[in-house]
């Protein structure tokens, strides 16, 4: 066997496709066997154009003339499966003849990768985008049971240790005639009303730094001071609860049901912490969460009682009446002479 | 958490094998090749990636509306579905991934056979 031959040989078994254009014709004057295996016909070679009607013939040409590679790709369907291959035309540089050799890369399995890929990546970034979504949710649910503080302490090791916060101010609301109201209405419009009214007292509070810490039924317990510390935490539970029973009142103007609220204020230390390990709630404990309960049940509609402790500390802005049982009435001073 | 099929057989290394495998098995068949004659090629590797990823409890899950809604147009006899149980199996054993584990991708691609095969009117 001649080397011609045996190069001819290995020309033909190698697995990329080889052609050899005359580039006066554009006929095709040799195929390998993987090649006719792509752009298989029984019949003579053919023509560039008879076999890749959108190759750009002129690009080619001019390429070619320059001595430059051309590169095109080309996709098709053998049988079923849909065929990439890289064609790379270059003029051959001996001979007086005008001859392409044009080799045909199989890129297929690449585009059948590039194409999962593509398939993976949306469908792992979709569900990245639900999962943040998720967590979002998540704390933000987490952030309406605990300050950020303690949930940053709970993301970071598990546990939120209790904490002594000193000093804050605490506040304590309810309802007076709950009872009645829950019993002459129904259950949904009650929570509906109660998620309106916290709303709105969250709003408030939010304005003067003081954050709910708990609800439960009829009973909504703020805090001022916790966890982040104010140096104003009397004033600033003052002022919401003025505002509290101002929000009520003009609630009450243009609602169906009438509040009627009650509040009691105190100031000290409390314990703050997350308690339980199935369902975490964040709560705050101490004499001073007491005392302001306490202060609640003393007091009458639609008014703030405290004691001398926390009436010494705001004394701007308002007034503090004494009592007979020895606590003290808190009214805004301004309001002295309006309607309230 | 049980860690998933997926997560079990090396994620998407493996996945993205499996799936170039029982695409290029699926276009081989005789039974099952026409049904992605007019499909191009990224839709068939889209399709093939979530089908196989969600079999194995990777990322990709599809409500069974999706399911039924995507193959509506498609003329899916039981043996068709047979067939493609068939491959499914053979493509994961060759993957070396348990027989107790193909059982349980093939039993959960079976609960949704009613969703894609016509029910036939003559047994």
Redesign the interface.
Known sequence: MSIEAINEQLLRAIGVGVALIDLQTLEVRFRNDTFDGWFASDGPPGTLPDLFPDLELETLRADLAQDKTFNAEL?FKL????MTVAMEFNRAVDAGENIAVLVCQNIT?I???E??I???SM??E??THEIKREKEQVERLLLNMMPRAAYEEYKTFGVVSPRLFDPVSVLAIDFIGFDDVLSKHDPGVIVSELNDIYSGFDRIGAQFSCQRIRTNGDSYLAVSGVPDPNQDHANAVAQSAIRFLRFLERRNASHPIRWVARIGVASGSVLGSVVGSQNYIYDVFGETVSGALRHRGAAGDMSIVTDAAFASLVQNGFEATAREDGLFGLIERTEQAGTG | MEKTLFDKYGGFSTVSRIVLTLYDRLLEDDDLGPFFDDVDLPGIIDHQTKFVSSLMGGPASFGDDHIARAHSHLTINPHHFDRLKDLVTEVLADFDVDPVDIEAVVGAFEARRPLLVETPNVD
């Open positions: 996709s049988r079923r499966r849909t399995r585009k059948e990768l194409s999962m593509d398939a993976y469908m792992v979709r569900n």
